[in-house]
């Protein structure tokens, strides 16, 4: 299984861009990359999904290197709203690893 | 999206009874569905993979005479806990592979259960 590692914690202003990074050294060639947010006592919520390059939607940026080794989630302008904890995982093959999760705290 | 329901929500039982908690799929066929226990501030831990028709598949040191799962249809998964005791207390979710061929799991909102 491709282990995943995130930092643990992290702060930030409301209005500013937050970036998270996993670490996934051992992901395999079918393995997509996607990232969830949850809030206390609710299922995860997707929020993006790429394999390689570039992704973006209307709520994030996902930056994912050529090696695939790594993963950033990029949240444009976070508001109070966006605190929560952010997971990457990753999955191919019914193989799975959630990383640790970064809490994300916006502050005002 | 494709919408994982889980039931109930939360649950509260006496140490020493079962309690099953459901997966559903409400609008997509799951042959596979996966189980996760979280603790608080903790990450969700991989059970077991349910698959429709078939055993399920337990994570090393996930007990399965514990965990009972059935997956007798594509739409619906469910985790027995038995005799169930204090430390079992935790949040259930359960995730379903989506319809298109995109590697999307979708979770449902988790099952609080809380064991006196």
């Known amino acids: 299984l491709a282990k995943t590692t995130q930092p643990i914690s992290m702060d930030s202003y409301e209005g500013q861009e937050v970036n998270i990074t996993c670490s996934h050294n051992n992901i395999a060639t079918n393995d997509y990359i996607t990232w969830y947010q949850q809030f206390p006592s609710q299922g995860p919520r997707f929020i993006i999904q790429g394999y390689k390059t570039k992704v973006t939607n209307e709520v994030a940026s996902l930056f994912i290197p050529a090696d695939r080794k790594s993963s950033t989630l990029s949240l444009p302008r976070v508001s109070l709203s966006d605190t929560a904890v952010y997971y990457c995982?990753?999955?191919?093959?019914?193989?799975?690893?959630f990383g640790k999760g970064n809490q994300v705290v916006v502050i005002p | 999206g494709a919408v994982v329901s889980q039931h109930p929500s939360w649950v509260i039982c006496k140490s020493g009874t079962s309690v099953k908690i459901e997966c559903r799929s409400l609008d997509f066929q799951a042959t596979t569905m996966f189980w996760y226990r979280q603790f608080p501030k903790q990450s969700l831990m991989l059970m077991a993979t349910?698959?429709?028709?078939?055993?399920?598949?337990?994570e090393q040191g996930v007990e399965k005479d514990k965990f009972l799962i059935n997956h007798a249809s594509l739409t619906l998964s469910t985790l027995t806990v038995t005799s169930a005791h204090p430390e079992d207390s935790s949040f259930y979710i359960c995730s379903a592979h989506g319809p298109a061929d995109t590697g999307e799991l979708f979770f449902g909102e988790g099952s609080r259960l809380t064991v006196l």
């Open positions: 349910s698959n429709e028709g078939s055993k399920a598949t337990y």
């Open positions: 995982l990753t999955y191919g093959n019914n193989r799975l690893a």
